[in-house]
């Protein structure tokens, strides 16, 4: 039995006003095909065009073990040349992936590729990160700490997104003080007699091809995976909603401050504990019994 998940809606263009009125203010997702076909980037950026720019740049690398009490808050877990990952990238399947890094910073001729969309969202002009996985590699489910609008750019081969609501959190066994569910679920090939609420959750899927834009709206909780060698570059824009302004400001300046000063405290035990909180919150609070 897999997730119930509706194929998000897609265009080819679409005007800023039609874009913002019926996916913006209605916190609807929607993917754009044709957005980037007029960057400089819809021709260049593949794999080895980025190894040709920053071979040499040493990038940070995170793979998919569950969190430890000893990481820090996105701390890396390796690092290589840039370089080194891309043959990585290109000879096998890795777990290896670049996570919200300034690749731009580093690498300034980057920020002549791309173009800022007029496209009806007030976006933050500080330069966009960008991510990186090898084929099957996998982002644990979560949502944004700040809570932001994303534009979401894949480039270079397939990825698939599956979104959920805010509203469907109640099914998604959220870890408390933290922005993921519990990451022994496989989203992939969920194990409903262990994981029962999931039964209940309604989700959205979609495939990014090269170019493609894919819109999340402030909150929505987003699971990737990489079907093949890829990359990806988000631009943001602040919430809209008073709720997601202070759940943005609450998680930021609050919760991942107290979550790490409990890692310090309690060690192992805080995160075991949170991990056993997110399955019994969840069942009590959906009346049911195992």
């Not at 997730?3 to 009125?21: A, D, P, Q």
């Not at 209940?200 to 699971?223: D, F, R, S, T, V």
Request: hydrophobic fraction near 35%; charged fraction near 25%; aromatic fraction near 14%.
């Amino acid at each position: 039995m897999k997730l119930h998940l509706t194929e998000i809606e897609r265009v080819k263009t679409i005007s800023k006003e039609e874009f913002y009125n019926n996916y913006v203010k209605k916190q609807k997702p929607l993917v754009i095909e044709q957005l980037t076909s007029d960057w400089p980037a819809f021709e260049k950026w593949n794999l080895n065009y980025i190894k040709d720019l920053a071979g040499e740049k040493t990038v940070p690398l995170y793979d998919d073990r569950p969190v430890s009490h000893k990481d820090g808050f996105n701390e890396a877990h390796a690092e290589m040349k840039m370089s080194e990952y891309i043959d990585l990238l290109q000879s096998k399947p890795t777990n290896y992936r670049i996570f919200l890094y300034n690749l731009m910073k580093q690498v300034p001729q980057l920020q002549n590729d791309f173009k800022w969309p007029d496209i009806g969202l007030k976006l933050i002009k500080q330069l966009p990160m960008l991510f990186f996985g090898g084929e099957n590699s996998k982002v644990f489910i979560h949502y944004d700490i700040d809570y932001s609008n994303i534009l979401h750019f894949h480039f270079h081969g397939k990825k698939q997104c599956i979104l959920f609501a805010p509203n469907q959190t109640p099914y998604l066994y959220k870890v408390p003080h933290a922005l993921i569910s519990r990451e022994d679920i496989d989203f992939d090939n969920p194990d409903f007699e262990k994981w029962p609420a999931l039964k209940q959750a309604k989700g959205l899927i979609c495939n990014l091809n090269h170019g493609e834009m894919l819109y999340m709206p402030e909150g929505y909780w987003h699971y990737m995976k990489y079907l093949t060698p890829g990359f990806s570059m988000s631009l943001r824009a602040y919430p809209r909603k008073l709720s997601s302004l202070y759940y943005a400001v609450y998680n930021i300046f609050v919760m991942r401050h107290f979550d790490g000063l409990m890692r310090k405290w309690k060690g192992q035990q805080w995160i075991d504990y949170k991990n056993e909180q997110a399955v019994i919150r969840t069942h009590k609070n959906l009346n049911i019994v195992k």
